[in-house]
């Protein structure tokens, strides 16, 4: 559940994306042609929901038209069906790749700035903080298992921030999205709105849609919380909702 609202807050992000850099696309067509390829995959042996990969402006910038989408899908679809793609990713050294990785990440990261108003800067930049604690709980997680320890092993206060980290991780592209939207409320005081937002962030975390506290973002029952963690993030959401709410009350 979690990866496939990830998905699809991709598509849609990423149709935003490409509207940004001047390419109208019907979103409901995006989302349904992810939705069919995702389909037709399953009967392949498909278990990952289908996305638009993210970048649209940097391969713009590059030159990219349809062709380069078409050729990536033959390469990457006939790689794969006759087993080279594992040899070709093989012969391509990373230090080749990761320039071309991070050129697409500056892209982006400059596109969410210059396509937004400048009064919502804070709220992008603000939802780069679950996005950082993902890759900071990720590359953590792999120098653990590196050494031959696991988060088990960590006790004190060591324990206690992996915890939050994790915490923090799991669900961030839903977290960012709630997070940036509930700023941008705030900012044009439209604190009805925020608290809305709080509130879906509140119901979100007592199910592990975010901030779920379970390893590779495990969902459970309202009822059959893990721990006491969610109820507490789920109860600092809802008094920001209700504080938010109580701050757009003289304006009803």
Not at 61 to 72: D, E, H, I, S
Not at 76 to 103: D, H, N, Q, T, Y
Not at 105 to 128: D, K, W, Y
């Amino acid at each position: 559940m979690p990866f496939a609202l990830v998905t699809t807050v991709g598509g849609i992000d990423n149709t935003e994306s490409a509207a940004a850099a001047g390419d109208q696309y019907r979103t409901r067509d995006v989302l349904l042609t992810e939705a069919l390829a995702t389909c037709l995959a399953a009967f392949a042996g498909g278990v990952v929901q289908n996305t638009p990969y993210i970048g649209h402006p940097a391969y713009k910038a590059m030159g990219a038209r349809a062709g380069y989408t078409l050729a990536t899908g033959i390469v990457i679809g006939g790689g794969a069906a006759v087993g080279a793609l594992s040899v070709l990713v093989g012969i391509l050294p990373e230090a080749a790749v990761a320039p071309i990785l991070i050129f697409i990440g500056l892209e982006i990261a400059a596109q969410a700035f210059l396509a937004s108003p400048r009064e919502h800067g804070p709220a992008v930049a603000l939802t780069f903080v679950p996005v950082a604690a993902a890759v900071v709980s990720l590359e953590s997680g792999t120098f653990l298992g590196a050494v031959g320890r696991s988060a088990a092993d960590l006790s004190g206060d060591a324990a206690l921030a992996f915890a939050a980290l994790t915490m923090l991780a799991n669900g961030f592209i839903l977290s960012a999205v709630l997070w940036g939207s509930g700023l941008t409320a705030i900012i044009d005081r439209r604190f009805a709105a925020a608290a809305a937002v709080l509130a879906i962030a509140s119901v979100a975390s007592l199910c592990g849609l975010v901030h779920s506290p379970l390893p590779g973002g495990a969902l459970f029952w309202p009822w059959n919380l893990p721990s006491a963690a969610p109820a507490h993030v789920a109860g600092a959401y809802g008094v920001a909702a209700v504080l938010c709410w109580l701050l757009g009350f003289p304006r009803r």
